[in-house]
């Protein structure tokens, strides 16, 4: 079964250029998050969609950070303009069921991105 | 206060040795909770879930005090392989979101 695939693996930027990243789930997954992972730091919860729609996004600066996820697969987060602050991995995760409970989320290699 | 906290390391361990970490977290509302493993620059990947009775894997055991807030990790008779950072994870509410600890480094030497 292939996994969780994200695009690029890499990014350098400068401040304030615009930039985007893409995550395929794995198929038949219902649920689609992003997270964010500062160097030295746990995974924090951006953006949460169960199919196409939006379960949470208290977590994501609207002012710059934006995500999709047209026709409930594939997902683009967008940070427009970038700050120093934003360098970090950014991961997609997709899990298989959606509404109430836990089950396992997998995890896309992630995109490194470096803001100068 | 954070919502889940760890020691974050390093443990740095001599192969066949025992390791444990340990993790507290704030909200008592906590449903679910796992231990994940990251290795260096890779994504994380669930290690096992932590349930109230105690489970073990192999060499892995964890444990859930719900009274305490707290959650254990031991690792028997470590390996060089078993050098990662490892995640504690807790799943608050309904909404399948978790919060992660920030992690604690073990490295084990030969």
């Known amino acids: 079964e292939a996994g969780v695939a994200q695009s690029p693996r890499y990014k350098i930027i400068e401040k304030r250029q615009s930039v985007a990243f893409w995550c395929n789930p794995i198929?038949?997954?219902?649920?689609l998050y992003w997270y964010q992972q500062i160097l030295g730091q746990g995974p924090k919860l951006l953006i949460q969609f169960q199919n196409n729609g939006v379960v949470d996004d208290s977590q994501l600066p609207k002012d710059r950070f934006s995500a999709e996820r047209l026709k409930g697969v594939d997902s683009t987060l967008k940070i427009q303009p970038a700050k120093l602050e934003d360098s970090a991995v950014y991961l997609c995760a997709s899990s298989y069921l959606a509404g109430p409970g836990t089950d396992t989320q997998y995890f896309g290699p992630g995109t490194r991105l470096t803001v100068l | 206060r954070k919502e889940v906290e760890q020691d974050p390391g390093p443990f740095n361990v001599p192969e066949g040795a025992t390791v444990a970490f340990n993790c507290t977290y704030s909200?008592?509302?906590?449903?679910?909770f796992f231990w994940y493993r990251q290795d260096c620059r890779k994504e994380p990947k669930l290690l096992m879930s932590?349930?109230?009775s105690g489970n073990e894997d192999g060499r892995f055991t964890a444990q859930l005090n719900r009274a305490s807030q707290y959650i254990s990790l031991l690792i028997r008779d470590s390996k060089l392989s078993d050098s990662a950072t490892y995640l504690c994870?807790?799943?608050?509410?309904?909404?399948?979101?978790?919060?992660f600890g920030s992690g604690t480094q073990l490295t084990v030497l030969p």
């Open positions: 932590v349930y109230s």
């Open positions: 909200n008592s509302a906590s449903q679910s």
């Open positions: 994870v807790v799943n608050v509410g309904s909404a399948r979101q978790l919060t």
């Open positions: 198929s038949g997954h219902a649920t």
